[in-house]
């Protein structure tokens, strides 16, 4: 059962786990609609189960492990079985500077199945074992040693998709270091100018590009446009504005470099599955 359920989103309980927990669940129950500003990892130990992401239905099989990124309307059915179910505070993780790159990692859901890749199927089923025995231990370094397990998880996962995009892009190491290097850049100057109008000329400079070059490459590399990955990092920088009741939601939307109420609401309730409004009273409520 979920605790706490406020419409379709879910506030975590984390209780004294410090931002991580753990359902150990044999539960043969239906979870209705719901999401959460939280990483879950799901992982089934006998019985197969299945979850709807988005729109899109996943079976996970034994040992398969399921990543759900924090903001993902999913649901699941009654399946009886048992799962670890992992659910752990995505700011932990998104808002070190140092991470960013991994966290790339977790732009859209992720079925880690053998097909997908061997080793990392390995290194999943050993990440989610590691984790149910530190969980369970009582030692006070047991949460670092979580997140430390997990961020060895992402970083493996991140070094698969870079050389998976290098096989797609037909090119080699030194040519994916360089786009590397050069969306580096340009992930800082969205950053540094994601309140402003930025246009596919200015970054394709900032890349050193021309505007084809760089819009096919981009997408390629990121598994997105630049114009989702801008208005991904518009809503993220809201979310944050938003928790502050005494801005008016006008003005989160033009400080967040969105040009219009209008457009505000439509993007940002296309990726947090909520109006801005709704999320304001649901941070209001948490």
């Known amino acids: 059962m979920i605790k706490y359920l406020t419409g379709d989103f879910e506030t975590v309980d984390y209780d004294d786990k410090k931002h ?5 669940n044999h539960d043969n129950e239906a979870y209705p609609v719901h999401w959460h500003n939280d990483i879950e990892l799901i992982m089934p130990l006998k019985n197969y189960y299945m979850i709807n992401v988005s729109g899109v239905d996943y079976r996970i099989e034994e040992n398969e492990l399921l990543i759900v990124p924090a903001g993902e309307l999913h649901s699941m059915p009654a399946v009886p079985g ?27 859901p992720l079925l880690i199945t053998q097909e997908f890749s061997k080793e990392l199927h390995i290194l999943a089923k050993k990440m989610m074992m590691d984790i149910y025995q530190l969980y369970n231990s009582k030692s006070e370094l047991a949460v670092v040693k979580i997140y430390l397990k997990m961020l060895d998880f992402f970083v493996a996962l991140r070094e698969f998709q870079l050389e998976r995009s290098k096989i797609l892009m037909d090119c080699d190491d030194e040519t994916i270091s360089e786009y590397s290097e050069k969306f580096s850049t340009v992930f800082k100057y969205i950053d540094n100018n994601y309140m402003y109008d930025i246009s596919l000329d200015q970054l394709a400079n900032v890349a050193g590009y021309s505007k084809y070059h760089f819009s096919r490459i981009f997408k390629q590399y ?31 939307a033009m400080r967040s470099g969105f040009k219009s109420l209008t457009t505000f609401n439509r993007i940002f309730k296309d990726m947090k599955h909520c109006t801005p ?7 209001e409520l948490t």
Do not use: G
């Open 277 to 283: 409004s709704d999320f304001k009273r649901l941070c």
């Open 82 to 108: 048992h799962r670890l179910i992992f659910q752990c505070s995505s700011m932990n993780l998104s808002e070190v500077p140092a991470l960013e790159s991994v966290m790339r990692a977790l732009n859209a």
């Open 20 to 24: 991580v927990l753990l359902h150990d």
């Open 222 to 252: 990121n598994s997105m446009s630049y114009l989702q990955y801008i208005n991904a990092r518009r809503v993220k920088a809201a979310e944050v504005l938003l928790l502050d009741h005494s801005i008016p939601i006008t003005e989160v």
